[in-house]
C-alpha cells in the first residue's frame, strides 16, 4: 500500500518529522496523519475545522460526517510534485481551544489530489486507521468537481462504520472496522499529507494550486456541526508563512470555504455558494 502510518512507521524507520516542505521526488510514499500543531489554530500539515473533547466542554464524538466538492489541482512549483487530501475524521486533532493537548487516534476518510513533477493531476478516494496503513478504495474513480459525502459512526462499542460516495457518480463504498478511538475530537479537513522520499527524506509534502474547497453539510454526533470561528486551523508553513486557510463558518454553520496558498478565504453564501449550492440541492433530493 502506497500510503504509510505515522505512527508506526516512523519509530521503524528511526526518523524524526520535519515540518519542512519535502522536495520533489521521483518516488514518494506519502501518508495522514494527525495534526502537526503550532500553536492555537495553527499547524503545518492540517487547514479547516477542528472540534476538541474540551473545547466542547466534554464533549465526546461518535459520528461525523461533511460533504464537499473535488478541488481542481494544478502545479504550484513547475517541475516539483504536490499533495494534499480532503477529508472529515475522529481524533487526531486538538483536545483544547489552545491547543496544548492533541488526540494519537485517528479515523478519517477522504479523497486525494495530487499533481505529479510533469504536472499531471491524479485524484481518488481512500479511507484509513491510524496506526494502519490507509487504504485507496478500488472502483471508485474520483473526479475535480465531483462531489463527495463521507460518514463516520460507531454501530457498537469501538466498531465504526465508514462510508464513501461519490454523490456525482453514484458510487458508494462502506466499510465496517473495530478501532479503538478516543472519541475526543472531530475534524474536516484540507491536509498536506507526510512524505518520505525514496532517499528517507521526510517532511510534509508541498500543497498544490487547489480551487476552493467547498465544505459542506457537517454533521457531528449526528446534530449540525455548529462550527465557530474559534475551531479554525490555518495551515502554514515552518516560517509561519499561510499556505491555506479557512474562511469563516457559513451562515448556517455546516460549512466552510478552505483556500490554498493565500491569507484570508471568503465565506460561502447558503443561498450562492455554486459549490455549496450544488451539495445542497442533491442532499435535498437525497431526502424526498
Given at each position: 500500500?502506497?500510503?504509510?502510518?505515522?505512527?508506526?512507521?516512523?519509530?521503524?524507520?528511526?526518523?524524526?518529522?520535519?515540518?519542512?516542505?519535502?522536495?520533489?521526488?521521483?518516488?514518494?510514499?506519502?501518508?495522514?496523519?494527525?495534526i502537526?500543531?503550532?500553536?492555537?489554530?495553527?499547524?503545518?500539515n492540517?487547514?479547516g475545522?477542528?472540534?476538541?473533547?474540551?473545547?466542547?466542554?466534554?464533549?465526546?464524538?461518535t459520528?461525523?460526517?461533511?460533504?464537499w466538492i473535488?478541488?481542481t489541482?494544478?502545479?504550484?512549483t513547475k517541475g516539483t510534485?504536490?499533495?494534499?487530501?480532503?477529508?472529515?475524521?475522529?481524533?487526531?486533532?486538538?483536545v483544547?481551544?489552545?491547543c496544548?493537548?492533541t488526540?494519537?487516534?485517528?479515523?478519517?476518510?477522504?479523497?486525494?489530489?495530487?499533481?505529479?513533477?510533469?504536472?499531471?493531476?491524479?485524484?481518488?478516494?481512500?479511507?484509513?486507521?491510524?496506526?494502519?496503513?490507509?487504504t485507496?478504495?478500488s472502483g471508485?474513480?474520483?473526479?475535480?468537481?465531483d462531489?463527495?459525502?463521507?460518514?463516520?459512526?460507531?454501530?457498537?462499542p469501538?466498531?465504526?462504520?465508514?462510508?464513501?460516495q461519490?454523490?456525482?457518480?453514484k458510487?458508494?463504498?462502506?466499510?465496517?472496522i473495530?478501532?479503538?478511538s478516543?472519541?475526543?475530537?472531530?475534524?474536516?479537513?484540507?491536509?498536506?499529507p507526510?512524505?518520505i522520499s525514496?532517499?528517507?527524506?521526510?517532511?510534509v509534502?508541498?500543497?498544490?494550486?487547489?480551487?476552493t474547497?467547498?465544505?459542506?453539510l457537517?454533521?457531528?454526533?449526528?446534530?449540525n456541526?455548529?462550527?465557530?470561528p474559534?475551531?479554525?486551523i490555518?495551515?502554514?508553513d515552518?516560517?509561519?508563512?499561510?499556505?491555506a486557510?479557512?474562511?469563516s463558518?457559513?451562515?448556517?454553520?455546516?460549512?466552510f470555504?478552505?483556500?490554498?496558498?493565500?491569507s484570508?478565504?471568503?465565506?460561502?453564501?447558503?443561498s450562492?455558494?455554486t459549490?455549496g449550492h450544488g451539495?445542497?440541492?442533491?442532499?435535498?433530493?437525497?431526502?424526498?
Amino acid at each position: 500500500m502506497r500510503r504509510l502510518a505515522v505512527a508506526a512507521l516512523m519509530p521503524l524507520l528511526g526518523l524524526s518529522l520535519s515540518a519542512q516542505p519535502a522536495r520533489a521526488v521521483t518516488t514518494a510514499t506519502f501518508f495522514h496523519r494527525p495534526i502537526l500543531s503550532v500553536g492555537a489554530n495553527k499547524s503545518n500539515n492540517w487547514s479547516g475545522y477542528n472540534q476538541g473533547f474540551l473545547e466542547q466542554g466534554g464533549r465526546s464524538f461518535t459520528s461525523v460526517s461533511g460533504d464537499w466538492i473535488v478541488p481542481t489541482a494544478t502545479a504550484h512549483t513547475k517541475g516539483t510534485a504536490a499533495y494534499s487530501a480532503t477529508w472529515t475524521g475522529i481524533g487526531g486533532g486538538c483536545v483544547d481551544a489552545s491547543c496544548g493537548f492533541t488526540d494519537p487516534t485517528l479515523i478519517q476518510a477522504g479523497t486525494e489530489q495530487d499533481v505529479d513533477s510533469s504536472g499531471k493531476a491524479t485524484y481518488s478516494a481512500w479511507w484509513e486507521v491510524i496506526p494502519l496503513p490507509s487504504t485507496t478504495i478500488s472502483g471508485m474513480t474520483v473526479s475535480a468537481g465531483d462531489h463527495m459525502h463521507v460518514a463516520i459512526g460507531q454501530t457498537a462499542p469501538q466498531v465504526w462504520s465508514i462510508t464513501v460516495q461519490d454523490v456525482s457518480k453514484k458510487h458508494s463504498f462502506t466499510q465496517l472496522i473495530p478501532y479503538s478511538s478516543s472519541y475526543a475530537t472531530a475534524e474536516w479537513i484540507e491536509e498536506t499529507p507526510v512524505i518520505i522520499s525514496n532517499s528517507g527524506n521526510v517532511g510534509v509534502g508541498p500543497l498544490p494550486n487547489l480551487s476552493t474547497v467547498n465544505f459542506d453539510l457537517a454533521t457531528a454526533n449526528d446534530a449540525n456541526a455548529k462550527l465557530k470561528p474559534s475551531e479554525e486551523i490555518q495551515l502554514v508553513d515552518s516560517n509561519n508563512k499561510p499556505l491555506a486557510t479557512p474562511s469563516s463558518p457559513d451562515t448556517d454553520t455546516d460549512g466552510f470555504n478552505d483556500c490554498a496558498y493565500a491569507s484570508s478565504c471568503a465565506a460561502p453564501s447558503t443561498s450562492s455558494s455554486t459549490a455549496g449550492h450544488g451539495v445542497r440541492q442533491h442532499h435535498a433530493a437525497r431526502r424526498r
